[in-house]
């Protein structure tokens, strides 16, 4: 079972940047679907940014497009989400997830919160105007 931590998160004023990380103790991190969600106060858990580990496909959400970029770290076992141009909008309690992929199914599949069954703690972030 993949366990998964998260890390980076903090304030940061809008136009700011932070780098968040999610470890995951794994041997099998290269054959892995992961995507970056997020969860506002009273809004539903939306996904970010989703990548698979075996050959690096990913896809954004539009509002986060240019702005964000996700990748990994085969030597740490880490997935990373750069975020620049930080918005207020983006303030958010961020998790990342992790399922078992051998392709890449496409962000139809990997946007859905449903998809995953491991999570991480999630990490907060704030940015303000």
């Known amino acids: 079972q993949v366990q998964l931590a998260e890390s980076g998160g903090g304030s940061v004023q809008a136009g700011g940047s932070l780098r968040l990380s999610c470890k995951a103790s794994t041997d099998s991190f290269r054959r892995l679907c992961m995507t970056w969600f997020r969860q506002a106060p009273g809004k539903e858990r939306e996904a970010v940014a989703s990548l698979y580990t075996g050959d690096r496909s990913s896809d954004y959400a539009a509002s986060v497009r240019g702005r964000f970029i996700i990748s990994q770290n085969n030597a740490e076992n880490t997935l990373y989400l750069q975020m620049n141009s930080l918005k207020p909008e983006d303030t958010a309690t961020y998790y990342c997830?992790?399922?078992?992929?051998?392709?890449?199914?496409?962000?139809?599949?990997?946007?859905?919160?449903?998809?995953?069954?491991?999570w991480g703690q999630g990490t907060q972030v704030t940015v303000s105007s």
């Open positions: 997830a992790a399922g078992g992929c051998r392709s890449w199914p496409g962000s139809q599949s990997t946007f859905k919160p449903s998809t995953f069954q491991v």
